[in-house]
């Protein structure tokens, strides 16, 4: 096989950009297609977190030297570029996170202390992410309210009819995941958006996903809220990104209190900070927040619709393949689908096929990638999940293909 089937992508210049893909593992290349549990890092990204350590390292807003200075425009710019990046109407909308994990807590923990009350409901789906479940169990159980789950078909498809169904009176948050890690399934959220507030309801959507594969505006989608993590987008880990409506981020209470988050302390009454800074108590991630503006630049430099093309072919190109080998079904046939290929093969374990994969040199994923209630509606403990990024390749693709044959014929 050959690049060419996504000519306008240069993969071999993008690859050299990624230092970690010259390594090998267990004595072959390392072919890492674990690219939705987290993304590697291109140079740049990785010289941006040593060059504010080894340059300007100082704390940030507060200082009045220059180094401070320096490295208060470094994290402001990171605000701005997240603001275009994802159609925000303006950077104080953009409050940074540890991740997608932090950014759903910190709605329950806020929003939904002061606007979920006995009896009301909020609507998640059969295939969220844990950290799309446990969040908002917890607050139904502290508020007596009531969680609804939209069910999966059989190809991993929500159903909108029934969704629609679920919408009451009472629905005061419908929080749902744009994709899903372990499908690949695009859900229709702005369809979703618009039945929900029709409804009267806030919708929060869940990009973990969706904001490395697919073009994002806020505005245009008009959810409410919008969490992603910036290493899932060839960023660092430790950062990432909560987006909330205006009125909203300023009618919520305070999530944590500390330094930064507030105006005047006075042991009477505390007066808090504007937006975004409300909601950023004590010292942020300096670095990782600065080196998330250089991977959202690499990204756009080499465009989104390239890389998206390049791997809706790939995933088409391992769905041929995997199909044909006896025994292998895939987990996740819905009609829009990106990134992943997840699969299941008669009587062995998915995690015995990664064990015997890794010994090639290939990672990916396996198990419930924490999304236990979706692996239970399909009746299996796991899958072995291969999951796509812009630097991967079709050889890559057949060498995993290989590897399951392999695997298959040791295991059976
Ligand atoms: N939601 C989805 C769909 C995910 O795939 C993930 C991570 O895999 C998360 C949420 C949690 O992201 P993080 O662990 O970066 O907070």
């Known amino acids: 096989m050959n690049n060419t089937v996504s000519p306008a992508l240069d993969v071999n210049t993008i690859r050299d950009a ?16 674990d690219n939705a549990a987290t993304a590697q890092k291109p140079l740049s990204v990785i010289d941006a977190i040593s060059d504010y350590y080894k340059g300007y390292n100082a704390n940030i807003h507060r200082g009045i030297h220059r180094m401070a200075e320096e490295a208060t425009t470094a994290f402001e710019a990171t605000r701005k570029t997240i603001a275009r990046f994802i159609g925000a109407a303006s950077s104080d909308e953009i409050i940074f996170t540890r991740g997608t994990t932090e950014g759903i807590n910190l709605v329950a923990y806020t929003w939904g202390k002061q606007n979920i009350n006995k009896g009301d409901e909020i609507i998640i789906s059969e295939m969220e992410h844990h950290s799309n479940i446990v969040p908002w169990q917890v607050l139904c159980q502290e508020k007596n309210a009531v969680l609804k789950i939209i069910p999966v078909d059989d190809n991993g498809e929500l159903s909108f009819e029934i969704f629609k169904k ?18 690949g399934t695009v859900n229709p959220v702005r369809e979703i958006i618009e039945e929900a507030h029709k409804a009267g309801a806030r919708v929060l959507i869940d990009g973990a996903q969706s904001s490395v594969h697919l073009d994002i505006n806020v505005q245009d989608l008009d959810c409410d809220f919008f969490a992603f993590s910036g290493h899932k987008i060839y960023g660092p880990t ?33 007066t808090y900070n504007e937006l975004p800074y409300k909601y950023e108590a004590g010292t942020p991630n300096i670095a990782d927040t600065i080196a998330l503006k250089t991977a959202i630049d690499f990204v756009e430099s080499i465009g989104k619709d390239l890389i998206r093309e390049h791997e809706v072919e790939l995933v088409k190109y391992a769905t041929r393949q995997l199909e044909d080998i006896s025994g292998l079904r895939i987990i996740g046939k819905a009609n829009n689908k ?9 009587n062995i374990h998915p995690s015995d096929i990664g064990t015997l994969l890794d010994n090639m040199g290939i990672a990916v994923r396996t198990g419930h990638h924490c999304t236990q209630p979706l692996m239970k509606r399909f009746d299996i403990p796991g899958t072995v999940r291969a999951s796509f990024a812009m630097y991967n390749t079709f050889e890559e693709v057949d060498a995993l293909v290989a590897g399951v044959h392999k695997a298959v014929k040791i295991l059976l």
């Open 238 to 270: 430790g950062v990432g990104v909560l987006y909330g409506k205006k009125d909203l981020l300023e009618a919520m209470p305070v999530f944590q209190g500390g330094g930064e988050m507030i105006n005047e302390v006075t042991f009477k009454q505390t």
């Open 18 to 33: 990624f230092p970690i893909l010259q390594r090998q593992v267990n004595g072959h290349p390392l072919v890492y297609l």
């Open 338 to 346: 990106v990134s992943l290929v997840s699969f299941v093969i008669d």
């Open 166 to 183: 679920l919408l009451t009176p009472h629905t005061k948050l419908v929080s749902i995941v744009q994709v899903s890690n372990s499908l």
